[in-house]
């Protein structure tokens, strides 16, 4: 065998070698990607009935859609959103107002549902007022100035009775209950969901007429009327907020509504399911304010749900890169 044949040979088996070597670390590495990385298939978000719920569930529709999820949404009411994660008709939560009484149920006894940390808004709800008419009756900051003065707010619903305008039957809320512990000369007057009651209210602003109603924020019509928050009671230990899930005596209610650190609540199947928008769920949170600027271009602009998301997220890359891990 000649020098020049050997050393030949020893190149080819060098290169033969060489490539082996390549083909097993491509085969390495696409099985370590196969393992790491999983198709996200479908998620199924619950959107409720607030514009601050359809901002966050349309702008974690658009994040998901980047790394390939197909996004349902389910419209379902907020007890009962709890026992249709429980049977897997929906996987996310991303705005829930502390239903301890469902958390007590399908958390830390079923296990059916798990608390997936803050989404970043602090909620709060409330009596409210015009600003115009605080003005006038400056005395209204308080529940206590409100005594002897309820039929300035009289309605043809509440006949010698001032009218308080109940918020979304659905909604927490415990403010019949608040009327009758305050002693208030009230009528509580529901119009029905939050649309209705948003219409009357509104309306009666527009014609610069006495009222006073439920409301919240974070919530996009904050940014276009001026209104003020009535002063109601302090809260003391045991006070509760939602009379539907607390029962018993009104002296339970007579405080004001807490500032609540608003949670993310998902399905245990669908935490332990290894999806790959879990982890993205997870880290999603924002401030008051996106969400109110997204409820704004949604419900306030008339902007198509899917186009106000992207238009967001597509201001708010780093924001978005955080969520996505990067």
């Given at each position: 065998m000649s020098d020049r044949f050997r050393v030949r040979r020893g190149r080819a088996i060098v290169a033969a070698a060489l490539a082996l070597v390549v083909v097993a670390g491509l085969a390495a590495a696409g099985t370590a990607t196969a393992r790491t990385t999983k198709s996200c298939g479908t998620v199924t978000l619950n959107e409720q009935a607030w514009a601050g719920s359809t901002a966050n569930?349309?702008?974690?529709?658009a994040v998901l859609q980047k790394i390939g999820c197909k996004v349902n949404i389910t419209k379902i009411t907020e007890?009962?959103?709890?026992?249709?994660?429980?049977?897997?008709?929906?996987?996310?939560?991303?705005?829930?107002w502390q239903h301890v009484a469902q958390y007590k149920q399908y958390i830390t006894k079923q296990h059916t549902v798990v608390m997936g940390g803050p989404n970043g808004v602090?909620?709060?709800?409330?009596?409210?007022?015009?600003?115009?008419?605080?003005?006038q009756y400056p005395q209204f900051k308080t529940w206590q100035g409100l005594k002897g003065k309820e039929t300035v707010f009289k309605s043809p619903e509440s006949g010698s009775q001032g009218m308080f305008l109940g918020g979304d039957p659905s909604y927490v809320q415990k403010d019949k209950q608040l009327i009758q512990a305050l002693g208030l000369n009230f009528k509580f007057v529901s119009v029905g969901a939050e649309p209705a009651q948003v219409a009357r209210w509104t309306q009666l602003y527009k014609q610069k007429k006495p009222v006073i109603f439920y409301w919240y924020t974070p919530q996009y019509l904050n940014l276009q009327y001026k209104l003020s928050e009535v002063q109601l009671p302090k809260r003391f230990k045991g006070c509760l907020d939602d009379f539907a899930t607390g029962g018993g005596s009104v002296a339970k209610y007579k405080c004001a509504y807490d500032h609540i650190v608003l949670n993310k609540v998902f399905s245990s199947k669908f935490a332990k399911g290894g999806s790959p928008a879990f982890p993205i769920l997870k880290r999603f949170?924002?401030?008051?304010?996106?969400?109110?600027?997204?409820?704004?271009?949604?419900?306030?602009?008339?902007?198509?749900?899917?186009?106000?998301?992207?238009?967001w997220v597509a201001a708010n890359q780093a924001k978005v890169n955080k969520w996505l891990g990067k």
């Open positions: 569930t349309y702008v974690a529709k007890i009962p959103v709890y026992q249709a994660m429980a049977d897997g008709k929906t996987d996310a939560v991303l705005e829930d602090t909620g709060h709800i409330g009596w409210y007022i015009p600003t115009y008419l605080m003005q949170s924002w401030t008051n304010k996106d969400q109110e600027l997204v409820a704004k271009y949604i419900a306030g602009d008339h902007l198509n749900s899917d186009k106000a998301a992207q238009k």
